[in-house]
């Protein structure tokens, strides 16, 4: 894999596709907001609507009122590895994103995934092992 992929939410704000942190109810209105990734090129001043910001370096992040974003949806990325099918994710770690993969099948145990057969198995993936299989899109209810 050149990048890591997972599954991830989004949201569309302003006609761009923004990688969405969460959404939830504001403590202090109660109104619906996304707390969506700042990317790279981008800064907290480029989103006048914001209600907070924050973070630093790769996780930077501004929070939004969700009134303002026209979709919400998430991304579920399934990949292969030495022939057991994973749900991936992509973590940061101190080190910088790694995939992270979790599955019920008992065969990743032999290869050296840590679980059991009640709670699955789930640890880090070597990402340029990892053959994406299937990549499955649903809409988010809104509000």
Not at 76 to 88: A, D, M, Q, S
Request: a negative charge; aromatic letters at 10%.
């Amino acid at each position: 894999m050149d990048t890591l992929k997972g599954s991830e939410m989004y949201c569309l704000y302003q006609g761009r596709q923004y990688v969405m942190r969460n959404a939830y109810r504001d403590r202090d209105s109660g109104e619906p907001v996304v707390n969506i990734r700042l990317p790279e090129e981008l800064s907290a001043e480029d989103f006048p609507e914001a209600l907070r910001s924050g973070g630093e370096g790769d996780d930077r992040w501004v929070v939004i009122p969700e009134r303002l974003v026209s979709r919400e949806w998430i991304k579920k990325v399934h990949g292969e590895w030495r022939g057991v099918v994973f749900f991936l994710t992509v973590l940061n770690d101190t080190y910088g994103p790694v995939l992270f993969g979790t599955t019920g099948d008992p065969a990743a145990g032999g290869l050296g995934i840590p679980g059991d057969q009640y709670e699955g198995w789930a640890g880090v993936l070597p990402a340029d092992e990892v053959v994406v299989t299937r990549v499955v899109e649903r809409e988010l209810p809104m509000g």
